[in-house]
């Protein structure tokens, strides 16, 4: 039992919760004292002092005196936190939306490493109450619910920023016709519109209403189609640097009269100004001139993608000359695929915050996408929110030094994250090019074989049975079971849908017998079995984490390879009968030319699963 002294009742409570799974089992009487920033902690024998300079520094403190305390009885730790804000970005607006409690433990977590602010990225996932359209069906969070997060991340010293979209990123608002007024594109507002005025100042009070800060983050990138739609049938055509800039005007405005501090994603003013409409092209300088003509905003510098430290050194360089006001965010490479590429994150984050460090950017965001269906689960993230984390308190950080802060601050062992990267990575390196193995094996068409050729480069059937027989080893804490559970079972699947997948084509040959038929019709019976298992552990999962809006997604995507192996086994029995030629296996052999830079390739759902239009 631990005895916390000079803390408030409530600071106690925090503390016990962040430390509830790693307490150490002797008796310890711990003095906490408020000092300048950083942190020290000394232990001697069952009497120990921490010191803290912040609420975030004190509930990493305790997790790091728990931790250290269940190894040794006499330490003395000191650590001063390298940037001023150090923050996780959790998306909840594509597709998966987790629940109020599922929030509460990501923020104990991140307050165990020592984060102190979440950013909340929202984009239709709060109400609006003048747009009751806004976010409908799609697990929305209410203004009390935000107010409860707002005020529990406050307790454990993380503060709660929304994140929101003032541009484009606004598919699933303006697919309503209640939205028309105010639509551009089918993702972009109208720029200069009346009511996208009005459509802005709801949000805008909404998004901010419910939390202690008065940070805000208001989007704007990636809004390559801005004044292209119904913006050019009514006014013609104008620069999109223009638009830009004129909608930033607007927002900023809007947000000062509710006293809010702007922050924006900067990759526009980068594409609007390259001569090749590049991303952070390096040949686009600013003049002082255009720095000056832009409003008081925070600039958010994102980028997942490079392994070398210079190209982030160079971005940085480029983004002074855009605003004094310079923020990071890195990738903990969630989202695209079943499994996070750690490899990749782990490469690209100690890249970007290596220079980060050295080009003197004091705000870093470690930012957790979940693309294409939110396939992965949150409690995958631990891992790589904790690797980020370490750049906070290290120079030099490797990543068994990345291990040894996990199992010490989280109590539990490292294997199991790292072995997701198993998934997908088929190198003896890093995943450079992101390549989705088992997204593209798991909704490949039994016998419509888009990605035969691609895999045919590697040797599935080895990888994984090696990968299972480590699953089987691992350990994690109970409330990720759950989770071990259902990679395993995608782990059995993607292997028997490998070998069905075999056997199936392998039906082309003119010469083939009974035998081998009933093997495939085998094959594929095991593989549907797989799939139904996966589905019910992937159902059980979702549940645990996330509201049920979203997973009818999950149910069409597997539900779909379940009547697809329904129907090719009964293609199989039609063929034997003499009734059908499965022609479709006859056609000629092509590697998948889309997206196929890495070793294998790698796919969005729509891409992998029909050579059709899904919505046609």
Same mark, same amino acid.
């Given at each position: 039992?631990?005895?916390?002294?000079?803390?408030?009742?409530?600071?106690?409570?925090?503390?016990?919760?962040?430390?509830?799974?790693?307490?150490?089992?002797?008796?310890?009487?711990?003095?906490?004292?408020?000092?300048?920033?950083?942190?020290?902690?000394?232990?001697?024998?069952?009497?120990?002092?921490?010191?803290?300079?912040?609420?975030?520094?004190?509930?990493?403190?305790?997790?790091?005196?728990?931790?250290?305390?269940?190894?040794?009885?006499?330490?003395?730790?000191?650590?001063?936190?390298?940037?001023?804000?150090?923050?996780?970005?959790?998306?909840?607006?594509?597709?998966?939306?987790?629940?109020?409690?599922?929030?509460?433990?990501?923020?104990?977590?991140?307050?165990?490493?020592?984060?102190?602010?979440?950013?909340?990225?929202?984009?239709?996932?709060?109400?609006?109450?003048?747009?009751?359209?806004?976010?409908?069906?799609?697990?929305?969070?209410?203004?009390?619910?935000?107010?409860?997060?707002?005020?529990?991340?406050?307790?454990?010293?993380?503060?709660?920023?929304?994140?929101?979209?003032?541009?484009?990123?606004?598919?699933?608002?303006?697919?309503?016709?209640?939205?028309?007024?105010?639509?551009?594109?089918?993702?972009?507002?109208?720029?200069?519109?009346?009511?996208?005025?009005?459509?802005?100042?709801?949000?805008?009070?909404?998004?901010?209403?419910?939390?202690?800060?008065?940070?805000?983050?208001?989007?704007?990138?990636?809004?390559?189609?801005?004044?292209?739609?119904?913006?050019?049938?009514?006014?013609?055509?104008?620069?999109?640097?223009?638009?830009?800039?004129?909608?930033?005007?607007?927002?900023?405005?809007?947000?000062?009269?509710?006293?809010?501090?702007?922050?924006?994603?900067?990759?526009?003013?980068?594409?609007?100004?390259?001569?090749?409409?590049?991303?952070?092209?390096?040949?686009?300088?600013?003049?002082?001139?255009?720095?000056?003509?832009?409003?008081?905003?925070?600039?958010?510098?994102?980028?997942?993608?490079?392994?070398?430290?210079?190209?982030?050194?160079?971005?940085?360089?480029?983004?002074?000359?855009?605003?004094?006001?310079?923020?990071?965010?890195?990738?903990?490479?969630?989202?695209?695929?079943?499994?996070?590429?750690?490899?990749?994150?782990?490469?690209?984050?100690?890249?970007? *915050? $290596?220079?980060?460090? =050295?080009?003197?950017?004091?705000? &870093?965001?470690?930012?957790?996408?979940?693309?294409?269906? !939110?396939? /992965?689960?949150?409690?995958?993230?631990?891992?790589?929110?904790?690797?980020?984390?370490?750049?906070?308190?290290?120079?030099?950080?490797?990543?068994?030094?990345?291990?040894?802060?996990?199992?010490?601050?989280?109590?539990?062992?490292?294997?199991?994250?790292?072995?997701?990267?198993?998934?997908?990575?088929?190198?003896?390196?890093?995943?450079?090019?992101?390549?989705?193995?088992?997204?593209?094996?798991?909704?490949?068409?039994?016998?419509?074989?888009?990605?035969?050729?691609?895999?045919?480069?590697?040797?599935?059937?080895?990888?994984?049975?090696?990968?299972?027989?480590?699953?089987?080893?691992?350990?994690?804490?109970?409330?990720?079971?759950?989770?071990?559970?259902?990679?395993?079972?995608?782990?059995?699947?993607?292997?028997?849908?490998?070998?069905? *997948? $075999?056997?199936?084509? =392998?039906?082309?040959?003119?010469? &083939?017998?009974?035998?081998?038929?009933?093997?495939?019709? !085998?094959? /594929?019976?095991?593989?549907?079995?797989?799939?139904?298992?996966?589905?019910?552990?992937?159902?059980?999962?979702?549940?645990?984490?996330?509201?049920?809006?979203?997973?009818?997604?999950?149910?069409?995507?597997?539900?779909?390879?379940?009547?697809?192996?329904?129907?090719?086994?009964?293609?199989?029995?039609?063929?034997?009968?003499?009734?059908?030629?499965?022609?479709?296996?006859?056609?000629?052999?092509?590697?998948?030319?889309?997206?196929?830079?890495?070793?294998?390739?790698?796919?969005?759902?729509?891409?992998?699963?029909?050579?059709?239009?899904?919505?046609?």
């Amino acid at each position: 039992m631990i005895t916390w002294q000079g803390l408030t009742t409530e600071q106690v409570q925090s503390v016990q919760a962040v430390c509830a799974a790693i307490m150490p089992t002797s008796d310890l009487s711990v003095e906490c004292q408020h000092a300048t920033t950083g942190i020290h902690i000394q232990r001697n024998g069952d009497q120990a002092r921490l010191t803290y300079g912040s609420m975030a520094e004190l509930m990493h403190g305790a997790a790091l005196l728990c931790g250290r305390a269940r190894k040794a009885t006499q330490f003395d730790i000191r650590q001063q936190p390298r940037f001023e804000v150090l923050a996780a970005m959790l998306d909840v607006a594509r597709n998966g939306v987790p629940t109020v409690a599922m929030i509460k433990q990501i923020i104990r977590r991140l307050a165990s490493m020592g984060y102190n602010e979440l950013w909340l990225y929202l984009e239709d996932l709060f109400e609006i109450p003048e747009a009751p359209y806004f976010g409908r069906g799609r697990g929305r969070y209410q203004q009390t619910e935000l107010h409860e997060i707002a005020l529990y991340g406050d307790r454990f010293g993380v503060t709660i920023v929304p994140a929101v979209q003032t541009l484009a990123h606004l598919h699933n608002a303006l697919k309503w016709d209640a939205h028309a007024a105010v639509k551009d594109t089918d993702d972009t507002l109208l720029v200069g519109a009346p009511a996208t005025k009005d459509f802005l100042t709801n949000l805008l009070r909404a998004a901010s209403a419910p939390f202690t800060t008065n940070k805000i983050h208001v989007g704007m990138d990636e809004a390559y189609q801005l004044g292209r739609g119904r913006y050019l049938d009514q006014n013609g055509f104008t620069d999109q640097e223009t638009l830009i800039l004129q909608q930033l005007q607007l927002v900023v405005s809007l947000t000062q009269k509710l006293g809010l501090k702007a922050y924006m994603w900067s990759d526009l003013w980068f594409t609007f100004a390259s001569s090749k409409h590049e991303m952070y092209d390096p040949d686009v300088h600013f003049d002082p001139a255009f720095k000056a003509s832009l409003p008081p905003v925070g600039q958010v510098y994102w980028d997942y993608y490079h392994e070398d430290e210079q190209t982030y050194r160079e971005r940085f360089t480029q983004h002074f000359e855009l605003s004094d006001d310079v923020a990071f965010a890195g990738g903990i490479w969630t989202w695209s695929a079943l499994a996070p590429n750690q490899s990749k994150m782990l490469a690209t984050i100690d890249a970007g *915050l $290596k220079a980060a460090k =050295a080009s003197g950017v004091q705000q &870093v965001v470690a930012t957790m996408w979940f693309d294409d269906g !939110a396939e /992965v689960p949150f409690s995958a993230a631990w891992y790589g929110l904790q690797a980020f984390a370490t750049y906070q308190y290290y120079e030099d950080v490797t990543p068994a030094m990345i291990d040894t802060e996990y199992a010490m601050i989280q109590g539990e062992n490292a294997t199991f994250y790292r072995l997701l990267d198993q998934f997908d990575n088929f190198t003896s390196k890093v995943n450079v090019d992101a390549d989705n193995v088992s997204k593209l094996i798991l909704y490949e068409d039994l016998m419509l074989q888009r990605y035969r050729s691609n895999l045919a480069v590697i040797d599935v059937e080895a990888h994984y049975l090696d990968l299972m027989t480590k699953l089987d080893q691992v350990h994690v804490h109970q409330e990720n079971q759950l989770m071990v559970t259902f990679y395993k079972q995608l782990a059995r699947t993607v292997l028997v849908k490998q070998r069905a *997948l $075999k056997v199936v084509v =392998a039906l082309a040959d003119s010469d &083939v017998t009974k035998l081998r038929a009933d093997s495939a019709r !085998a094959a /594929v019976t095991s593989c549907q079995h797989a799939l139904e298992q996966l589905l019910r552990d992937f159902r059980a999962l979702w549940q645990q984490q996330r509201r049920g809006n979203g997973f009818e997604v999950i149910d069409v995507r597997l539900g779909g390879q379940i009547a697809r192996c329904e129907t090719v086994t009964w293609r199989i029995d039609e063929w034997l009968a003499g009734r059908d030629d499965l022609a479709e296996l006859r056609e000629p052999l092509l590697p998948m030319d889309k997206r196929n830079n890495g070793l294998v390739g790698h796919g969005l759902y729509k891409e992998i699963v029909s050579a059709c239009e899904l919505s046609f």
